[in-house]
């Protein structure tokens, strides 16, 4: 059971727009802690697609988006494209753990 | 440009020690510190614990307190993960990462894993 709630899997067709929520609690996301997101495709290292609930890395196209309210971080990935299928990761701290934190994964299926 | 290079792959018996190195190039290494994250086959990631470059402070992930050692060779701009006492749900891959805060930061470089392999 990880700390942060993630759905296990989310699909979109080319070009529509898909979002991965992130719920915490009061001792992470809603503590204030940031929020960072990695991708990861198949057979490969995690890679850093958004850090600080909403700001892209150098490289990383426009179409991916981070944001954060309350309790809850969302990523939302827009002009879905083949290349988009792998699985995503949320990542926090947590005050009670005195840790970091990862959501259980989303993988994403583009139809 | 940034890269983490770790240890080949690693079959190890139950109870036994693991060490995985992690090389870092391309950054001032006592900048940062370095973030250990594994993930068993199927399954998602898990944070074991981290590492400053400066000082070699460490926090470790509750579940691996006492089984987990974390070290850096800033001569080389290393990090070192053991994990001792084995288990068979220890097979993981073991990534470093460089971590960009040891509370609010993120990982913002991986290495390219390292495939542990518990079994009898």
């Known amino acids: 059971q990880s700390v942060l709630t993630q759905p296990p899997s989310v699909s979109g067709a080319p070009g529509q727009r898909v979002s991965i929520s992130c719920t915490g609690s009061?001792?992470?996301?809603?503590?204030?802690?940031?929020v960072h997101w990695y991708q990861q495709l198949p057979g490969t290292a995690p890679k850093l697609l958004i850090y600080g609930n909403s700001n892209r890395p150098s490289g990383v196209p426009d179409r991916f988006s981070g944001s954060k309210s309350g309790t809850s971080a969302s990523l939302a990935i827009t002009g879905l494209q083949a290349e988009d299928e792998a699985d995503y990761y949320c990542?926090?701290?947590?005050?009670?753990?005195?840790?970091?934190?990862f959501g259980g994964g989303t993988k994403l299926t583009v139809l | 440009q940034v890269h983490l290079v770790q240890s080949g792959a690693e079959v190890k018996k139950p109870g036994a020690s693991v060490k995985v190195s992690c090389k870092a190039s391309g950054y001032t290494f006592i900048s940062y510190g370095i973030s250990w994250v594994r993930q068993a086959p199927g399954q998602g990631l898990e944070w074991m614990g981290w590492?400053?470059?400066?000082?070699?402070?460490?926090n470790f992930a509750q579940n691996l307190q006492g089984r987990v050692t974390m070290t850096t060779d800033t001569s080389t701009s290393t990090a070192y993960m053991e994990l001792r006492s084995l288990r068979s749900d220890d097979t993981a891959v073991y990534y470093c990462?460089?971590?960009?805060?040891?509370?609010?930061?993120?990982?913002?470089?991986w290495g390219q894993g390292t495939l542990v392999t518990v079994s009898s």
């Open positions: 990542q926090s701290y947590d005050s009670r753990l005195s840790g970091k934190v």
């Open positions: 590492i400053s470059g400066y000082n070699g402070n460490t």
């Open positions: 990462a460089r971590d960009r805060g040891a509370v609010a930061g993120d990982f913002d470089f």
């Open positions: 009061s001792s992470n996301i809603g503590a204030g802690y940031d």
